[in-house]
């Protein structure tokens, strides 16, 4: 089977869950025997023509624009050309695959043109993102979520928190969609050691002091402020030993002179971006992740602290309760409830033997639930059915 999949996001562009989960999908499709192309933006020195892992990429350059809209524009005509200049070029495809809206009129008009069937990926959507549609660009945005919906044969999506957010908020019928998790390779995870320990954790807490720590971006949805929110009752509890660290690139101010205005400054620690490699050493001397999103879709995040074995403490949105087994593999607590989310942490804190408990659980379910060449087969699953049913029909 050859497929053309539609990305405006790839390694080592990496702007949200959508690079990791293209890249880490698609070398399982090569696996099983398919021909992948991938057409993706230009970024920084990346090669324009690679071949990644079995996955062919083609990073095609983007007209500049200081509007965002205007860049998306660019992005679609030029994934447009390309993509029609490699079917012509290529052969035909048997499937175009198409993740999330930016990259939806290119992948339409691909569709429409040469006759190839669409599947689409929905990560997100508009209206989850806030809680409804209330503005004119939400509303644009919402629309083109529609239309990609629309013109899909079938669309998959990572949760059936997220099957009954598509149907509702873009209308699409309810058996169209396929729910297939996000999944990880945990042996990506480094467990370094190979450095001083108690020097590397003295950068960010005294040796007294528990670490708790959230990563991601500083958007409202993820809920940071919830986190700072229930830091005083967590301190109170645990003595005052514990160190909130926020990692994240982004504007910071707001959630700083939130925790200033808390009087939890002193035990708080903004790090700014940090890379994936450093990311995994601080993993190993953390004690408790966090993730307190007012919406999350599916929650990769939990899946990355599962593979650290790092406990985790989450709010009970969208699809952290399918990816985190309460009391199980982690805790899950109540949306926007500061005082539910300390509960949690505190269980995590004050039960090591517990905590470990559920850290061995949750990496035992990684690949019970998470596993690529598990998720892989059930996405050729899908692009199987997709072909035959193709086959079956005049367009």
């Not at 080592?12 to 690079?19: K, L, M, Q, Y």
């Not at 192309?37 to 200081?66: C, W």
């Not at 989850?128 to 629309?150: A, C, F, P």
Request: net charge negative; proline share 4%; aromatic share 12%.
């Amino acid at each position: 089977m050859k497929i053309l999949v539609l990305s405006w996001e790839f390694p080592p562009r990496i702007v949200g869950g959508i690079a990791r989960h293209v890249a880490e999908l698609y070398p399982e499709l090569v696996k099983l025997g398919h021909e992948v192309h991938l057409i993706t933006a230009e970024f920084g020195q990346a090669p324009m023509y690679e071949v990644v892992d079995g996955v062919k990429v083609h990073r095609v350059p983007i007209s500049h624009s200081n509007d965002f809209f205007h860049w998306v524009v660019n992005l679609n005509q030029s994934m447009g050309h390309h993509g029609g200049k490699l079917i012509m070029e290529d052969g035909c495809f048997d499937l175009i695959h198409a993740h999330d809206w930016l990259v939806g009129d290119a992948a339409i008009a691909l569709k429409h043109t040469f006759k190839i069937p669409l599947i689409a990926t929905i990560h997100a959507t508009e209206h989850g993102r806030h809680n409804g549609i209330h503005t004119d660009i939400q509303n644009y945005i919402s629309g083109k979520e529609e239309l990609l919906v629309y013109n899909a044969w079938r669309v998959i999506v990572c949760s059936a928190y997220m099957r009954q957010e598509v149907k509702e908020a873009l209308h699409s019928p309810w058996d169209k969609i396929d729910v297939i998790y996000n999944g990880i390779r945990p042996e990506k995870k480094k467990h370094h050691q190979d450095f001083h320990f108690s020097d590397f954790r003295r950068r960010f807490a005294e040796d007294g002091e528990k670490i708790v720590y959230y990563v991601g971006r500083m958007a409202y949805e993820k809920g940071v402020s919830v986190l700072l929110n229930a830091a005083p009752k967590v301190l109170n509890d645990m003595g005052g030993h514990v160190k909130f660290v926020i990692i994240g690139g982004g504007s910071t101010d707001h959630l700083k002179r939130q925790a200033w205005d808390l009087g939890i400054w002193h035990k708080t620690y903004f790090t700014g971006f940090m890379s994936d490699d450093y990311l995994d050493k601080f993993q190993t001397i953390a004690d408790c992740a966090v993730f307190p999103s007012l919406y999350e879709p599916f929650g990769i995040v939990a899946l990355e602290s599962f593979a650290s074995r790092v406990p985790v403490v989450v709010s009970d949105t969208g699809g952290f309760p399918e990816v985190v087994q309460h009391c199980k593999t982690g805790i899950v607590t109540y949306t926007n409830s500061a005082d539910s989310l300390a509960w949690g942490i505190l269980e995590v804190l004050k039960n090591p033997g517990y905590r470990q408990w559920l850290v061995d659980n949750a990496y035992e379910d990684l690949e019970r639930r998470f596993s690529w060449s598990k998720l892989g087969k059930q996405t050729e699953d899908v692009y199987q059915r997709v072909v035959l049913e193709r086959s079956q029909i005049m367009w």
